[in-house]
């Protein structure tokens, strides 16, 4: 069982970034870990990976340039750079561990709200 924590959401300025940091209970070693983010009202969006099998990261088209994924398996912790923030990207942000060698192993955090207004 992983437990995963998301961290560091709250208010910003348009125009302004936050940190976000995803941390696990257990190893990250094997796990390909992604974010989330769903706004009231809106459909769960996929805003990127880093992969465990090749080691890149990947990002959605709404965020790429902006967005920045980071992980650390040291510290058990993966982090979400965001930067250039709109108020669209007001959203409940999520971090999703899927094992890459055991299919169906996933996990998810509980979110951390993430508001973008003046």
């Known amino acids: 069982q992983l437990k995963l924590v998301e961290s560091g959401g709250g208010l910003v300025r348009p125009g302004g970034s936050l940190r976000l940091s995803c941390g696990a209970s257990g190893s990250l070693d094997w796990y390909s870990i992604a974010w989330f983010r769903q706004a009231p009202g809106k459909e769960r969006e996929g805003l990127g990976c880093?992969?465990?099998?090749?080691?890149?990261?990947y990002y959605a088209d709404s965020v790429k340039g902006r967005f920045t994924i980071s992980r650390d398996n040291a510290k058990k912790v993966v982090h979400l750079q965001m930067n250039t923030l709109y108020p669209e990207d007001t959203a409940l942000y999520y971090c999703?561990?899927?094992?890459?060698?055991?299919?169906?192993?996933?996990?998810w955090g509980q979110g951390t709200q993430v508001t973008v207004s003046s």
């Open positions: 999703y561990a899927e094992h890459a060698r055991l299919p169906g192993l996933e996990y």
């Open positions: 880093a992969s465990d099998s090749d080691g890149g990261t």
